[in-house]
Nanobody
Framework: VQLQASGGGLVQAGGSLRLSCAAS????????MGWFRQAPGKEREFVAA????????YYADSVKGRFTISRDNAKNTVYLQMNSLKPEDTAVYYC?????????????????WGQGTLVTVSS
């Protein structure tokens, strides 16, 4: 599956951004999706995941209550709504397609990755 992420940019602390990830090449509704991020000088980390139907979601503690993951299977797109952004949210954000239908947070369960979109939060 091919993934194309978009929506990153520069935003002030407390602001919002909505990331999108368009998928093609495989039945989108058959697998879970996830968002990960990599801050400068740090390892890539899990941010959020959503099950194949959208009925289940899971978040990293650092973004819980501020970020919302959703998907539109008719549009083959997954979203990450990011509110109350903090400077520590600055990172390249990657969407990823899982090989399983249910939620997983393990990078090894995501064989397909988008190119990443940069989010910069200024203080």
């Amino acid at each position: 599956v091919q993934l194309q992420a978009s929506g990153g940019g520069l935003v002030q602390a407390g602001g919002s951004l909505r990331l999108s990830c368009a998928a093609s090449g495989r039945t989108f509704s058959s697998y879970a999706m996830g968002w990960f991020r990599q801050a400068p000088g740090k390892e890539r980390e899990f941010v959020a995941a959503i099950s194949w139907s959208g009925g289940g979601t899971y978040y990293a503690d650092s973004v819980k209550g501020r970020f919302t993951i959703s998907r539109d299977n008719a549009k083959n797109t997954v979203y990450l709504q990011m509110n109350s952004l903090k400077p520590e949210d600055t990172a390249v954000y990657y969407c990823a397609a899982s090989q399983v239908r249910w939620i997983t947070t393990r990078e090894a369960d995501f064989p397909s990755w988008g190119q990443g979109t940069l989010v910069t939060v200024s203080s």
